[in-house]
Structures are given as C-alpha cells and as structure tokens.
C-alpha cells in the first residue's frame, strides 16, 4: 500500500512569489490534514478536510494560504505572495474515517524556502 | 487549549542503556497521545498511542510509553537504544471530542542520539 506522497520534496522562491504544494492521501483516506514546521519549532496544524470538505481550517494563518481538495481526492496548498515566514516544512497526513482512534499517517513534507 | 512540553532538545545515551524521551501534555478532557520519530529526510512515522486502557502502551522498533494521569506525561521509554534510534521524536496530544477535535498539537520535538 503505497503512503502519503508529496510533491515537490523541496522548493526555493522570492518573497512574493506563488508556490503550490500537492499532497496525495493514502488510497481511501477520507480524512485529510495539512501542518507546518518552522525551523526547529513545534509542528503546527494548518487545517482538515473531510473528503472535499474543509472541517477545520483555524491554523491557516492568513488569507494568501489556499487549501483545496477537489473531488475528495488529492489537496493542493497554495502560497500567494509568499513571504519569508512561510518557509518551513510542511506535512500533511491522512486517516481513515471510521473510528476516531485512528492515527494519522504523514507524507516526508515538503521543504518550502521563501528567499 | 491544547499543549505539548518536551523538555529536552536533545537527548545523549550510550548504546544498550535505557532511553527516555520526556514529555507532557494539556489537554481538556481526556487526551488520546501519540509519538512519532522522523528520520533523516523521512516523514513522520507513527511508533504508538495512547487511547485508553493499560498506562503501558507497547509501539513499534521496541519503544514504549506510560500514561501518567496525575503527572499529565506520556515519556517514550526504550530497555536497550540502539545507534538506529537515533532520530528526532514528537510527542502529540488531541482531544476525544469537540470541535476540531481531530487536529493533532505536536511539541518541539527531541533529537535522541545514541552513541556507539
């Protein structure tokens, strides 16, 4: 069973620029998450979707973060005008639905570099 | 609100000597826990979880935590390290229940390295 994948691995921008981070869950995974890691802190949640559904958004820390998950399937975050706090890694992770017990599996993340 | 301390940024242990990779937590309700380990250049990978039940939770690679109510901690423990282990390990807390009860809340993480 193949796990979650992330594409790119790594990516190098300018500040202001736009940069889109993919994400495909674990084959039948209905749940889906996004959260970042900024430079040797905690790892923070960005936000959940139930299949095409945003269930919790309340870590996106500003408007120029777009989350999408069309037709349930793979999600895309979208970063416009990045700045220079947004580099980091960011993971994402999904699980089951079904039982709220599940863990959540997590993709090798993307390293984000905002110049 | 929900928090994670580990306390150590890094952790030293020879190998064979028993590990212990510290944390606790806060938490409204009754907490499910989690540890994770990330490898070099790996993504996160799941090594066990509290939910309820026995306060010994047994995981992956020989690792194992103990639930402790009154102190609100869950150390990862190990009887022998090995060079292997060496790696970075989060602990993680979420609630039962409630909204956005499903979001994982990570601590800072602890690099252990175990030295040959």
């Known amino acids: 069973e193949a796990g979650v994948t992330q594409f790119p691995s790594h990516s190098v921008i300018e500040k202001g620029q736009t940069v889109t981070l993919r994400c495909d869950p674990i084959?039948?995974?209905?749940?889906l998450y996004w959260y970042r890691r900024v430079m040797g802190k905690e790892i923070k949640f960005l936000l959940h979707?139930?299949?095409?559904?945003?269930?919790?958004e309340s870590g996106m820390p500003n408007n120029r973060f777009l989350a999408e998950r069309t037709g349930g399937t793979y999600s895309t975050l979208k970063v416009q005008p990045a700045e220079l706090e947004d580099s980091g890694v960011y993971f994402c992770a999904s699980s089951p639905s079904g039982s709220s017990y599940n863990e959540q599996f997590f993709g090798p993340g993307t390293r984000l570099t905002v110049l | 609100a929900q928090s994670v301390a580990q306390p150590e940024d890094q952790v030293n242990v020879a190998e064979g000597n028993p590990l212990t990779v510290k944390c606790t937590y806060s938490v409204s309700g009754n907490p499910y826990l989690f540890w994770y380990v990330q490898y070099p250049n790996r993504g996160l990978q799941f090594l066990l979880k509290y939910i309820t039940g026995d306060n010994l939770v047994k995981g992956s690679y020989g690792f194992e935590a103990e639930f402790n109510k009154s102190q609100t901690s869950f150390h990862l423990k190990k009887p022998s390290a090995l060079v292997s282990d060496s790696a970075l390990y989060f602990c993680a807390v979420r609630r039962i229940q409630g909204t956005g009860f499903q979001k994982l809340v990570f601590g800072t993480g602890t690099r252990l390295l175990v030295s040959p």
């Open positions: 979707f139930v299949k095409e559904s945003k269930q919790d």
């Open positions: 084959s039948g995974h209905d749940n």
